[in-house]
């Protein structure tokens, strides 16, 4: 059973445009939904996290949507930059002192 | 800003050894765990540590597999008779209750 369901598995967005992946989870008890950004050989960074108090958190051009009805959350990254071209995953956790269900990881490819 | 720092970066070992990938967790952290993440897929959970003894474990882990921290910095994933799908990135992390943080990941390659 997955228990973190990312989509889609790639996106190519032009220099400028919006990105948007989304994930959706199973276990209410998950309390803690990190984003995490990989380039290739090195390992997951955390990009920005969000709980379920909250519906919206941003940092810069980066922002977490949560929907904890529906029990899916979605990654926004504005005005998107060659730069930002990696490989993101979705995680979620009973918190940081817990092991992570990691999504499948979306390859976002921001051309110029 | 503090890391986990892992050793070796890259692992070449033949099918059947032993090996023993090394982690340096954040100081004053208390929780550690290894992830893996076979090439161009999820990166999967294999073990938690806390207190000197192993919190929770996937199904991964068998008994090929084992953690120890045997002194106060380093904190090690033992991988006994290496097999061909042992073939991954291995990433250790370490946590505290401000953050959770990955160390940049040990290749290893059987051959």
């Known amino acids: 059973q997955q228990q973190v369901k990312q989509s889609p598995q790639s996106l190519i967005v032009q220099k400028g445009g919006i990105s948007i992946i989304n994930c959706a989870y199973e276990?209410?008890?998950?309390?803690?939904f990190p984003w995490y950004q990989q380039f290739p050989g090195k390992g997951p960074a955390l990009l920005i996290a969000?709980?379920?108090?909250?519906s919206e958190k941003k940092e810069g051009r980066f922002t977490i949507s949560f929907n904890k009805s529906a029990k899916q959350f979605s990654l926004h990254i504005m005005d998107s930059q060659p730069g930002d071209s990696a490989t993101y995953f979705c995680?979620?956790?009973?918190?940081?002192?817990?092991?992570?269900?990691f999504g499948s990881g979306t390859k976002l490819n921001v051309k110029p | 800003e503090p890391e986990v720092t892992q050793t070796p970066s890259h692992q070449v070992t033949q099918m059947g050894q032993e090996v023993i990938l090394r982690c340096v967790p954040i100081?004053?952290?208390?929780?550690f765990y290894w992830y893996r993440q076979i090439l161009g897929q999820k990166v999967e959970f294999l073990v938690s540590?806390?207190?000197?003894?192993?919190?929770?474990k996937s199904e991964i882990f068998d008994d090929q597999f084992s953690v120890e921290r045997p002194d106060g910095s380093n904190f090690t994933l033992k991988i006994r008779s290496t097999k061909l799908e042992d073939s991954a990135m291995y990433f250790c992390?370490?946590?505290?209750?401000?953050?959770?943080?990955f160390g940049s990941g040990t290749r290893l390659t059987v051959v």
């Open positions: 995680a979620a956790g009973p918190g940081n002192f817990n092991k992570f269900y």
């Open positions: 100081s004053n952290h208390l929780y």
């Open positions: 969000i709980r379920p108090d909250v």
């Open positions: 276990n209410t008890a998950f309390d803690y």
């Open positions: 992390a370490s946590s505290d209750l401000w953050g959770y943080t």
């Open positions: 540590f806390y207190n000197n003894e192993i919190s929770e």
